[in-house]
C-alpha cells in the first residue's frame, strides 16, 4: 500500500456505539490531519498531529477523540454521536506541519443512526 | 476573518471552451493559496500553487492581490478535467488550511 489509507470505508453506527476510523499513511511524513468533508460545507480543520503530538484541536466536541501512536498512524475514536456527525472524514498528512501541500486519503463515509 | 469564497457551485463548459474557476480570499497577510481537485472516484490531490508559478494538465492561477483573487483558467477545456476543484488558503497565523465550497466543473462533449 502507498500513500494515505483509510479504513473503514463505510461506517453505520447507532448513537450509542463506539467506533474508531483509522488512518495509515507511507510517506515519511510528520504531520497527520483529520478533516470532516459534510454536504454543503467547505472541508473543515478537526485536528492536527505533528511529531505525534496534537497542535490544532479546532473546537471539536469531546464525542471526537483522536489518537496519534507515532507517525505513521492516526485514529478517530467515536462515542455518543449524534446523526448531524454524520459526513464523509478525510484523513491527509504531510512532510510537515503547517504546509498547504497534504496528501489525502479515500475518506471513512460515516452515517450515525 | 480569514475566508475562501468560490461563488459557483457548478460551471459547465463545452469541449475546447475556456474556463475559469473563481476564487476569492480574504485575509489580512500574505496570502499561500492552492488549488485542489478531485476526480470522480478518486481522492483530493493538491493540483497546484500559487508560488509554484507552474501549469499543471494545462490549468494556471494568478495571485491577484488587489482583487484578492486567485482564479483557476484554462484555455481549452477537456472531458477528463471535469471533477470537484477547491481553492484553498494557508492561514500564516495558525498554519491552518483553509477551504473553500468547492466548484464542480463539467465539461460537455
Known amino acids: 500500500e502507498t500513500g494515505v489509507t483509510q479504513t473503514p470505508r463505510h461506517l453505520v453506527m447507532g448513537m450509542t456505539n463506539k467506533k474508531s476510523l483509522k488512518c495509515e499513511q507511507h510517506l515519511g511524513h510528520n504531520a497527520m490531519y483529520w478533516y470532516k468533508q459534510s454536504a454543503k460545507k467547505p472541508l473543515e480543520l478537526m485536528f492536527v498531529?505533528?511529531?505525534?503530538?496534537?497542535?490544532e484541536n479546532n473546537s471539536v466536541p469531546s464525542r471526537f477523540s483522536p489518537e496519534c501512536p507515532n507517525s505513521s498512524h492516526l485514529f478517530l475514536h467515536l462515542h455518543t454521536l449524534q446523526p448531524e456527525d454524520s459526513a464523509l472524514y478525510l484523513c491527509?498528512?504531510?512532510?510537515?506541519?503547517?504546509?498547504?501541500?497534504?496528501?489525502f486519503g479515500e475518506g471513512s463515509r460515516l452515517t450515525v443512526l | 476573518a480569514q475566508r475562501v469564497t468560490q461563488p459557483e457551485k457548478l460551471l459547465s463548459v463545452f469541449k475546447g471552451a475556456p474556463v475559469e474557476l473563481k476564487c476569492n480570499y480574504s485575509y489580512s497577510g500574505s496570502p499561500e493559496l492552492f488549488w485542489y481537485v478531485q476526480y470522480s472516484r478518486q481522492r483530493l490531490q493538491l493540483l497546484l500553487r500559487?508560488?509554484s508559478r507552474e501549469s499543471i494538465k494545462g490549468f494556471t492561477a494568478d495571485l491577484n492581490k488587489g482583487e484578492t483573487s486567485f482564479h483557476l483558467k484554462k484555455p481549452f477545456a477537456q472531458e477528463e478535467d471535469s471533477a470537484m476543484y477547491y481553492c484553498a488558503l494557508i492561514s500564516g497565523n495558525t498554519g491552518k488550511l483553509i477551504f473553500g465550497q468547492g466548484t464542480t466543473l463539467q465539461v460537455k462533449p
Open positions: 498531529y505533528s511529531l505525534e503530538e496534537r497542535v
Open positions: 500559487h508560488i
Open positions: 491527509a498528512s504531510s512532510d510537515r506541519a503547517n504546509t498547504g501541500e497534504l496528501f
